[in-house]
């Protein structure tokens, strides 16, 4: 489903330098660049998004390995096209393999370690479409195996952030969605 946002994206021929490329790199991997049309109409939280990812989601305690399997696990959860897009190609950059890309909603697949189905476990209990999520005692131990408290909050956190920003794609409408996505205008819950 294509997106139709009630706010009129700025065109790319009006954006600023720097928003005229993130443009260009969303249209070249994603297929559209409603997104940054609308986010420029505020590029202060613009760049407070850029920002995390910065600082956090390609900074941070975590190694980007793991991010970019909760961020993909996430976005195929939630149903976004836009995001599986470009969140497929950065996670086999991060060193996914093409078994573990078609396996992402296979936490027990042959091809994930233990590191690997604790993060995947952890995303499936943030996604939008588990509103009763909780991280339990069996999955703490299992995440704290291979991270310590500083970067299982970092994990959390990150994740918190991509659901939000999930939340706020659909909602306004500014983003190509699956056809199982059950989330945003004129969507219907699959359960």
Request: net charge negative.
């Amino acid at each position: 489903m294509q997106p139709h946002p009630p706010i009129t994206p700025i065109s790319r021929e009006h954006l600023p330098r720097e928003l005229q490329a993130a443009h260009d790199r969303a249209v070249k991997i994603r297929g559209d660049g409603t997104f940054i049309g609308v986010m420029a109409h505020a590029p202060d939280v613009f760049n407070w998004y850029a920002d995390f990812y910065q600082r956090i989601f390609y900074g941070g305690k975590v190694p980007v390995r793991y991010k970019e399997i909760a961020r993909y696990r996430l976005s195929t959860l939630h149903g976004c096209a836009f995001c599986n897009k470009g969140n497929r190609l950065d996670a086999a950059a991060a060193g996914l393999t093409d078994t573990q890309l078609m396996a992402i909603d296979e936490p027990d697949a042959a091809c994930w370690d233990s590191a690997d189905r604790a993060v995947i476990k952890l995303a499936m209990e943030m996604a939008l479409s588990n509103a009763q999520g909780a991280v339990s005692e069996s999955l703490y131990t299992e995440l704290r195996q291979h991270f310590d408290d500083e970067q299982v909050v970092e994990l959390g956190v990150t994740m918190g952030v991509l659901c939000g920003m999930a939340k706020f794609l659909f909602t306004y409408d500014l983003v190509e969605r699956e056809s199982y996505c059950e989330f945003g205008p004129g969507m219907t819950p699959t359960s």
